[in-house]
Nanobody, 126 residues
């Protein structure tokens, strides 16, 4: 069983930056994707970014590329989402997920993910 815990959310002003963290524990697979999705009330959870183990390839939602950067620590225990130039429309609950044995075509598909964290709220408002 994999346990994911997100942190780092909060209330920030437009234009500010935040870094989210997701700490993973458990699991034995060395082939998976870690991803960030976000969700606002009444809308579906949408893909933000992902990083694939073992090769470290990253994937981004086209609309967020250039502002958001995903990374991980050397041990693959923690993944990060650096969010810059935040906008009010970035307000959402951000979730960390893990997809086992991913293929590229499934990485952006929330329904394929096996594990989720509890989410962390990000609010961008003046």
């Amino acid at each position: 069983q994999v346990h994911l815990v997100e942190s780092g959310g909060g209330l920030v002003q437009p234009g500010a930056s935040l870094r989210l963290s997701c700490v993973a524990s458990g699991g034995t697979s060395s082939s998976y994707a870690m991803a960030w999705f976000r969700q606002v009330p009444g809308k579906e959870r949408e893909f933000v970014a992902a990083i694939r183990r073992p090769n470290g390839a990253t994937f981004y939602a086209d609309s967020l590329k250039g502002r958001f950067t995903m990374s991980r620590d050397n041990a693959w225990n923690t993944v990060y989402l650096q969010m810059n130039s935040l906008k009010p429309e970035d307000t959402a609950v951000y979730y960390c997920g893990r997809l086992l044995n991913p293929i590229v075509s499934t990485i952006r598909d929330r329904d394929r993910y096996h594990y989720w964290g509890q989410g962390t709220q990000v609010t961008v408002s003046s």
